[in-house]
């Protein structure tokens, strides 16, 4: 399969989420939405790229934990154990849906809120 094959058969899966998610069948607190998926013709390549309009996150997962260990803030164990689960349901539900991340790092994971590690720390 070559690359303009792929991205229209990627294009065509995310486009069926997008449907599904739209219809409120598909939602999930620990993945940021989908608000859009297109093609993406590159002239010089003559190929075909995946675009995918997501939600921003104004911070990110990895900005969050290196501010912590600048203010010597160490993160409990009960609160390390909570952004895992997040990041562990997420991927779950992902792969339950063919979908496979590609590029999982804390760069690209939206930071906790702060409410859930407090009940982290309550519990």
């Given at each position: 399969m070559d690359n303009e094959d792929h991205a229209k058969r990627e294009l065509k899966l995310v486009r069926k989420y997008l449907m599904n998610d739209i219809s409120g069948k598909r939602k999930h607190a620990n993945i940021?939405?989908?608000?859009n998926a297109f093609e993406i013709e590159e002239t010089e390549k003559d190929a075909s790229l995946l675009a995918i309009h997501m939600e921003l996150c104004v911070d990110n997962l990895d900005q969050f934990l290196k501010m912590k260990r600048n203010d010597s803030a160490n993160l409990e164990a009960t609160q390390v154990y909570c952004i895992l689960i997040q990041i562990l349901s997420g991927l779950v539900y992902c792969h339950e849906r063919g979908f496979a991340?590609?590029?999982?790092?804390?760069?690209n994971g939206c930071p906790p809120s702060p409410r859930i590690l407090d009940q982290a720390t309550d519990d």
């Open positions: 940021v939405q989908i608000m991340h590609r590029d999982l790092k804390p760069a």
